[in-house]
């Protein structure tokens, strides 16, 4: 129990692992009656995965740790309000998850802003520069369709998919009904499979266009 | 289930992802092996999965960095500020629109003329509220009339007194009679 035991060893730094044989609801039932120390260890238990998640959605390393390090501290302020017969991981999760889409929401808005405000600040393209688009890797082609996908269908697809969490695990984080996350799940895997598609077949009949371009300049 | 509709192409994106089980599964692959455009679809999802699946081996994993713990703990340690005790400024912002809300209709009725009146000359509405006003600003004095007593010979009637002051207060609920005019003691 590393609430209980070796505290003083562990003061220092706070960077050891936490003691695996403690169980989240006996170390949140210690952070609830004030031991700060023991809020400590489920951090340490959760962070690294947290942090995972958000940056599926934020893509951004600082953003991904100051989000799970905000979400933390909201669970530490909210644990009186934590149902102790259900599993911290989950709502933990949900906190994370929510305060990531309220900020993914923030700065599309800014964007939006952005999109007006800052025109003609691009430089038009150098022709001596090879098209950054033709190296866009595997990650970031699925990036952009996952980021065509409506928010509620994105964020299941994120998830279970790529972040392998069980329906009823997402449907905890994500407070809806276990059957909700998997007609969702079946829609953002259609919506995914049919824009991915579009994509390829625009991405071929764009190469197949420029190959001809090409051969109209040689001869 | 051996056509290709909406409900198998959710029931075979489910099954790509071994999130189907049961009847449910069992019926979507008979559905798979049955319907060419069933398999087509479950080989496309399930193409897509495997690339969803290499793309979040892509993905940068967190960086090796320090603990969030030890900030964390920091801004634990500072008092946290309860809801309760946060300024409210909405309450006396309210208020102050409330109040001001108020003193607009009060102005905007004592601009009004008098309006028709009910039973021959019981106001009503905008003009009862007017006519208080106005009443409450301009006392009107009560002509002397040579049928009537003098001041002096007048006995006081405490509860005509008491009516008058109730007629200006409530003038819907008293028997005392209110005039556009003025008070009428009829």
């Not at chain 1, 990531?100 to 952005?114: E, I, S, V």
């Not at chain 2, 009560?142 to 049928?147: A, F, Q, T, V, Y």
Request: proline share 7%.
């Amino acid at each position: 129990m590393a609430a209980i035991m070796g505290r003083e060893q562990v003061r220092t730094t706070r960077v050891v692992p936490p003691v695996a044989g403690v169980s989240d609801a006996r170390l949140v039932e210690l952070a609830r009656r004030g031991d700060s120390e023991a809020f400590g260890d489920l951090v340490l238990r959760y962070e690294r995965r947290l942090i995972r998640v958000i940056l599926r959605f934020v893509h951004d390393q600082e953003a991904a740790r100051d989000l799970a390090q905000e979400a933390f501290l909201r669970a530490y302020q909210r644990l009186d309000q934590f149902d102790p017969s259900r599993r911290f991981g989950p709502w933990l999760f949900r906190i994370g998850v929510n305060l990531t889409l309220d900020h993914l929401r923030r700065r599309k808005r800014r964007g939006r802003w952005a999109l007006f405000t800052d025109i003609g600040k691009d430089t038009p393209p150098d022709p001596q520069i090879a098209d950054p688009r033709r190296s866009i890797d595997l990650g970031q082609e699925v990036r952009a369709v996952l980021d065509e996908l409506p928010e509620k269908y994105r964020s299941v697809l994120v998830l279970r998919d790529l972040e392998n969490f069980s329906t009823s695990e997402i449907a905890a984080i994500l407070d809806r009904k276990e059957a909700t996350i998997r007609w969702r799940l079946a829609e953002a895997r259609n919506r995914f499979e049919e824009l991915w598609s579009r994509r390829q077949n625009g991405a071929t009949t764009a190469l197949i266009s420029t190959r001809d371009a090409d051969v109209d300049d040689s001869e | 289930m051996s056509e290709f509709n909406e409900r198998s192409k959710r029931q075979i994106a489910l099954l790509a992802g071994d999130d189907l089980e049961g009847v449910s599964a069992e019926e979507a692959r008979r559905s798979i092996e049955a319907c060419p455009k069933c398999r087509g679809h479950w080989t496309r999802v399930r193409g897509c999965l495997d690339l969803m699946e290499r793309a979040g081996k892509e993905d940068p994993e967190p960086a090796d960095g320090a603990s969030l713990w030890p900030a964390l703990e920091a801004r634990l340690s500072r008092p946290v500020v309860l809801r309760a005790e946060r300024f409210n400024g909405w309450v006396p912002a309210l208020s102050m629109a409330a109040a001001c809300v108020a003193l607009m209709i009060a102005g905007q009725l004592e601009t009004l003329p008098p309006q028709d009146s009910l039973d021959g000359g019981f106001p009503v509405g905008g003009s009862a509220a007017a006519s208080m006003v106005s009443l409450a600003r301009n006392p009107v004095e009560i002509p002397e009339h040579s049928d009537r007593p003098s001041a002096e010979e007048r006995t006081p009637d405490p509860f005509l007194d008491q009516q008058a002051v109730r007629g200006l207060l409530f003038p819907y609920e008293d028997p005392v009679r209110v005039s556009p005019f003025g008070y009428d003691p009829r």
